[in-house]
């Protein structure tokens, strides 16, 4: 994980809500339904990736994870942080060489070549619209 985004207010609410999500047994996946985003998505929230977070989500998250007031207070001001910094993408969190394929083979058993390798990097760093 790339080391300066560690304190950044992003992360510090995918961090808080990844520990509110835990503390009341919610499986990632189940509650990312149920807040309407994608298993995947929700996860890059967690990582700090706030830009999926739109209104349905700010009153689905708190209704969902049964937020009381003061918990509330602090879901709504951690956010307001994240969302005045700049956002955070994909490659604001990680770094090429975190997301290295180890053992990477072609259909037929070959090691896939650099080029291959550099190609899927690019498709995984690519910015999405």
Same mark, same amino acid.
């Given at each position: 994980?790339?080391?300066?985004?560690?304190?950044?207010?992003?992360?510090?609410?995918?961090?808080?809500?990844?520990?509110?999500?835990?503390?009341?047994?919610?499986?990632?996946?189940?509650?990312?339904?149920?807040?309407?985003?994608?298993?995947? &998505?929700?996860?890059?929230?967690?990582?700090?990736?706030?830009?999926?977070?739109?209104?349905?989500?700010?009153?689905?998250?708190?209704?969902?994870?049964?937020?009381?007031?003061?918990?509330?207070?602090?879901?709504?001001?951690?956010? &307001?942080?994240?969302?005045? $910094?700049?956002?955070?993408?994909?490659?604001?969190?990680? $770094? $090429?060489?975190?997301?290295?394929?180890?053992?990477?083979?072609?259909?037929?058993?070959?090691?896939?070549?650099?080029?291959?390798?550099? $190609?899927?990097?690019?498709?995984?760093?690519?910015?999405?619209?």
């Amino acid at each position: 994980m790339n080391t300066n985004t560690q304190n950044h207010p992003a992360k510090v609410f995918g961090d808080w809500l990844r520990e509110k999500r835990q503390a009341r047994n919610l499986v990632a996946r189940v509650f990312s339904g149920a807040v309407w985003l994608s298993h995947a &998505k929700y996860a890059e929230v967690e990582l700090g990736v706030i830009k999926w977070i739109s209104q349905k989500q700010e009153l689905l998250i708190p209704l969902f994870l049964g937020l009381n007031k003061a918990e509330k207070d602090e879901f709504a001001a951690k956010l &307001k942080e994240a969302r005045s $910094r700049k956002v955070l993408c994909f490659s604001d969190i990680f $770094r $090429r060489d975190e997301l290295r394929p180890v053992r990477a083979c072609h259909h037929n058993g070959k090691q896939i070549t650099k080029e291959d390798e550099e $190609r899927i990097l690019n498709a995984v760093f690519a910015p999405l619209v």
